[in-house]
């Protein structure tokens, strides 16, 4: 069977604006659906406010050890869940570095960091230093935390350069996929709890968690995140291989995905050498 006879299984989802594609460091590999309609991303905005904070730290006008947030909470906090701030609201729940918790305030919050550094208001910033680079005509619609829409086509573009990188140093992207407060325990929002749940500099780890939304095929080094609007984007980067999908029904709807994402995601993957 080929990718592409795998990815027919969208045909059956109970989502029918599903579309995914399958990504390789050369481009795309295969796709299924329409590309080039734009919706909702969720928290797969999440990845490109990353991005932009990443290059303002490349660029050496911000630090990830600068101060932002709660009273002891730092860049570094914010974008990987520990700075103690709760999913929504801006009260924090715990100090800094003691808990993983998962906020869309925090990451709101950066919005905030990046004017401050450089001058620019964040969604300038990141229309000039990740969207304009890459050519991705991806709409600003919102907050930093799940504020971007976008096309299919848009999400495969940001995945073959997550596999590639040109904006960031490799070694850069490296150590924000790489565990960051290691040890901490914590819930993704839709899923449950995990201990340890681990998480990068805004990329989710799939380390050991189980169950998961990715593959059970998924190497532990796979990063990447869903949205609760049904999106998705993962790296595998032991297969170097990503895979992007939209689907235009939320996540927590009936459990769907997490009956069909990972069966698709085992099916790609064992097409792979």
């Known amino acids: 069977m080929s990718i592409d006879q795998v990815l027919r299984q969208i045909d059956d989802w109970p989502a029918p604006e599903a579309r995914v594609a399958v990504v390789g460091p050369?481009?795309?590999i295969a796709h299924r659906g329409a590309i080039e309609i734009k919706s909702q991303w969720a928290s797969v905005s999440k990845l490109l406010t990353v991005f932009a904070i990443l290059m303002a730290v490349q660029d050496e006008e911000l630090s990830l050890d600068d101060l932002a947030g709660p009273a002891g909470a730092t860049v570094r906090h914010l974008l990987a869940h520990t700075s103690g701030l709760p999913f929504e609201g801006e009260a924090p729940v715990a100090r800094p570095g003691a808990r993983r918790i998962y906020s869309n305030t925090g990451f709101d919050l950066l919005g905030n960091v990046v004017p401050e550094a450089t001058g620019y208001s964040f969604d300038d910033y990141l229309r000039w230093q990740v969207?304009?680079?890459?050519?991705?005509?991806?709409?600003i619609v919102g907050r930093p935390s799940a504020g971007l829409s976008g096309s299919l086509l848009d999400m495969m573009v940001f995945a073959q350069e997550l596999l590639t990188p040109t904006l960031l140093d490799p070694s850069r992207l490296r150590a924000a996929t790489t565990v960051a407060f290691p040890g901490l325990a914590g819930i993704i929002p839709g899923l449950g709890r995990?201990?340890?749940?681990?998480?990068g500099l805004g990329f989710e780890i799939r380390d050991g968690k189980s169950p998961h939304w990715t593959g059970n095929q998924n190497s532990p080094a796979t990063y990447g995140h869903f949205g609760g609007s049904g999106s998705f984007l993962w790296v595998d980067?032991?297969?170097?291989?990503?895979?992007c999908g939209l689907s235009g029904r939320d996540f927590d709807d009936e459990d769907w995905a997490m009956k069909f994402w990972p069966p698709l995601f085992d099916g790609v993957l064992s097409q792979v050498g």
């Open 131 to 139: 969207l304009e680079p890459l050519r991705l005509e991806v709409d």
């Open 26 to 28: 050369k481009g795309i």
């Open 194 to 199: 995990y201990d340890p749940c681990d998480w």
């Open 237 to 243: 980067p032991d297969r170097q291989l990503a895979m």
